[in-house]
């Protein structure tokens, strides 16, 4: 004789669906929850970092210089269009020969057809004390024409894993001869 299969509710197959897929899921191991000291995080703390940037796009010793440019870009009174690779040095004091303790590696590009403002993307890769190795990431728009600009920090490596924060840039000296610049950072950073 032929057996007959339960009745299955439209309810039914929607809970065995989600609970199916809920198993899958955690099977797989592609994800899992951590405790922070499983890492060896300690507690978070804030840090403050004071430091000058020092962009040279002029001379023999260039740490600033463009790679790509628009078909516009010198015609345009914001340089809109340029791209720059930089390797700038960091150091304590505004005098490039004074400690350097480390160096801002990437790119920045003239974003705006309005007003001078950047495209910042780099590393502070610091090379100095305690914080040897380590590095943190600025992603942000920089206005160099304002007195004050604001960057955030969106991460960073070794001592700065799982940073957060920003960074405070004021011009310190610009040679509108050569272009050069000497930028002063004030960083305020969360991280372990």
């Known amino acids: 004789m032929a057996k007959t299969l339960p009745k299955v509710t439209p309810t039914f197959l929607i809970l065995f669906t989600i609970l199916s897929f809920a198993s899958?899921?955690?099977?797989g191991g592609f994800s899992r929850t951590l405790s922070p000291a499983k890492l060896g995080l300690?507690?978070?703390?804030?840090?403050?970092?004071?430091f000058y940037f020092h962009d040279i796009v002029s001379g023999p010793n260039?740490?600033?210089?463009?790679?790509?440019?628009?078909?516009?870009?010198?015609t345009s009174l914001t340089g809109f269009g340029?791209?720059?690779?930089?390797?700038?040095?960091l150091t304590a004091r505004p005098e490039l020969t004074s400690k350097h303790v480390g160096r801002a590696q990437g790119i920045y590009a003239s974003a705006s057809q309005t007003e001078v403002g950047f495209l910042m993307v780099l590393n502070f890769a610091f090379m100095e004390g305690k914080y040897n190795g380590s590095t943190l990431s600025v992603l942000g728009r920089n206005t160099v024409l304002s007195a004050v600009r604001e960057l955030p920090i969106v991460g960073g490596s070794g001592l700065f894993r799982f940073a957060r924060g920003y960074a405070h840039a004021r011009t310190h000296t610009f040679d509108i001869g050569s272009g050069d610049a000497v930028v002063?950072?004030?960083?305020?950073v969360f991280h372990y």
């Open 24 to 27: 899958f899921a955690t099977a």
């Open 42 to 50: 300690k507690r978070e703390k804030l840090s403050h970092l004071h």
């Open 184 to 188: 002063e950072y004030n960083v305020y």
């Open 82 to 89: 340029a791209v720059v690779m930089i390797d700038d040095p």
């Open 62 to 74: 260039q740490t600033a210089v463009r790679v790509a440019e628009a078909p516009m870009t010198n």
